[in-house]
């Protein structure tokens, strides 16, 4: 239903605030068409297009758009939805009129906050220092299937596909691929935004080596406490070295607690410190799933957290850093392990509502 207020019906604006491009049509004085995609934003009132920096060259308000906008204000903006399901297609179209706001306005940095809120390479950019498009819309034709939405669940199924693997092929991985890995952990959530981790990369198969025969003498002593027998420890340690060397890429997870918030008493900073391990734990889940989704493979090795000083000592790395886990990254040799089953949702979830 339309308001007197609103010319867009709840899920016309629903639809129109989903969409992520669309297309901004005008015209000059002389009626001559320009239709080009654009980014935008709506806020429950107008729509909003930034102009994006350009070379000093080409001032912003020399762009087709906006000498169009200046002669004759009258637009169209279409978003719309395509699919191979038919019965999915929709779009919204939007008739308005444009005007330019300003910087220094209070609109102005309204709008450009919801635009970087929308598109975060707009945060990088100097969108504020040119004028914004600001489309008030006046009447809304809309067509097709606004409220479906595609579940193609495709984060789910990269859920359910990632496996622990633990033995790899010797091929190299592009260093591209690893940079975008270390790309996804600086994405993951943690407590007051500190990101108490940090990463070392280890690639060289002699540093590997020195990290692997350093845990190793500490796991032996360890095995040998626990009374194992010596053909069981010598065949457990080498089990795990040939693990280590043999991956192409190891990513050593660090927990990072130096800018953490203090608290007076002992319970609160345990807290402080569980949160940061909780969030260490989201930056290499985070980790593990990029690699999936580029075609790597992934295990989690955790012998680092029972010997953190081991570690730091063997790479040579600041006091300040406590090794968690080491991620291993490249290409899986033979067939996939079997996945873990899981247990059914009813195990897991307790419903309190009823
Ligand atoms: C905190 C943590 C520590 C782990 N440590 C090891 C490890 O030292 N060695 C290993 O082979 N797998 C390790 N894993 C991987 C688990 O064994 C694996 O995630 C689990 O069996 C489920 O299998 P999947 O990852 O293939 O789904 C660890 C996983 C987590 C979350």
Redesign the pocket.
């Known amino acids: 239903m339309k308001t007197d207020s609103s010319p867009f019906t709840a899920e016309e604006a629903s639809f129109l605030v989903r969409q992520r491009v669309a297309r901004l049509a005008t015209a000059d004085g002389n009626g001559t068409p320009h239709a080009i995609p654009v980014c935008f934003a709506y806020d429950g009132s107008s729509i909003y297009i930034a102009l994006d920096e350009k070379p000093k060259d080409v001032p912003a308000t020399r762009l087709k758009r906006v000498r169009n906008i200046l002669e004759n204000p009258g637009v169209a903006l279409v978003a719309d939805r395509y699919d191979e399901d038919w019965s999915l297609l929709a779009y919204v179209m939007v008739r308005g009129r444009a005007e330019l706001v300003q910087p220094g306005s209070r609109e102005h940095a309204a709008a450009i906050r919801l635009l970087r809120g929308k598109y975060h390479q707009y945060e990088n950019m100097r969108i504020e220092d040119n004028p914004v498009i600001a489309i008030r819309p006046r009447r809304v034709v809309s067509w097709g299937a606004l409220g479906a939405s595609r579940d193609d669940g495709q984060l789910l199924d990269a859920l359910r596909g990632?496996?622990?693997?633990?033995r790899y092929l010797p091929r190299e991985v592009p260093n591209k691929l690893v940079e975008k890995v270390l790309e996804a952990g600086r994405w993951a959530p943690s407590p007051h935004g500190r990101q108490p981790w940090r990463f070392a990369m280890l690639r060289r198969g002699e540093t590997k080596e020195k990290l692997a025969e350093a845990m190793g003498d500490r796991w032996r002593e360890e095995l040998e406490m626990d009374g194992q027998e010596p053909e069981v420890v010598e065949k457990r340690l080498e089990g795990s070295k040939r693990?280590l060397l043999g991956a192409p890429v190891l990513v050593l997870v660090c927990l990072y607690l130096e800018e953490l918030d203090d608290y007076p008493d002992e319970g609160r900073q345990e807290n402080e410190v569980t949160m940061a391990v909780q969030s260490l734990?989201a930056a290499?889940?985070n980790m593990?799933l990029e690699a999936y989704s580029l075609g790597l493979d992934g295990?989690?090795?955790?012998?680092p957290?029972f010997c953190p000083e081991v570690v730091v000592e063997a790479l040579g790395l600041d006091e300040a850093l406590i090794p968690h886990?080491l991620l291993t990254l490249g290409y899986a040799d033979g067939d996939p392990?079997k996945?873990?089953p899981?247990r059914p949702l009813e195990e897991l979830v307790v419903y309190r509502d009823s």
Do not use: D, H, K, T
């Open positions: 990632r496996r622990s693997v633990r693990r734990g290499a889940q593990l295990g989690w090795v955790c012998a957290l886990a392990p996945r873990r899981r």
